[in-house]
């Protein structure tokens, strides 16, 4: 089992950036798929990014793809989702997530663990 606390989340105007980090314990994260998803009041949650550090694999969703990026420290045991030239639209609560099977997942329900949300918001 593993535990993930998310941070790094807070107030940017349009074109700003910010980096969450999602940070684990109890087991190693390379040991999972790794997801970032955000939910936006009102709406249902989205698929943002995935990862398998193993398997050498990331997916983004189209809305971020080109402007965000994952990145990993091992020491630290944590990913990072580093959001550039943020939206007012990729204001959200953003989570990261696990997944124990091996292969690399944008369906929500089929993580196993998920961390607290931090709140991303985009000022116009």
């Known amino acids: 089992q593993v535990q993930l606390v998310e941070s790094g989340g807070g107030l940017v105007q349009a074109g700003g950036s910010l980096r969450l980090s999602c940070a684990g314990s109890?087991?190693?994260?390379?040991?999972?798929?790794m997801g970032w998803f955000r939910q936006a009041p009102g709406k249902e949650r989205e698929f943002v990014a995935a990862?398998?550090?193993?398997?050498?694999?990331?997916a983004f969703a189209d809305s971020v793809k080109g402007r965000f990026t994952i990145s990993r420290d091992n020491a630290k045991n944590t990913i990072y989702l580093q959001m550039n030239n943020l939206k007012p639209e990729d204001t959200a609560v953003y989570y990261c997530?696990?997944?124990?099977?091996?292969?690399?997942?944008?369906?929500?329900?089929?993580?196993?663990?998920w961390g607290q949300g931090t709140q991303v918001t985009v000022s116009s």
């Open positions: 997530a696990a997944n124990v099977a091996a292969g690399l997942t944008r369906t929500g329900s089929l993580y196993d663990y």
């Open positions: 109890g087991r190693t994260l390379s040991s999972y798929s």
């Open positions: 990862t398998n550090w193993n398997r050498g694999i990331t």
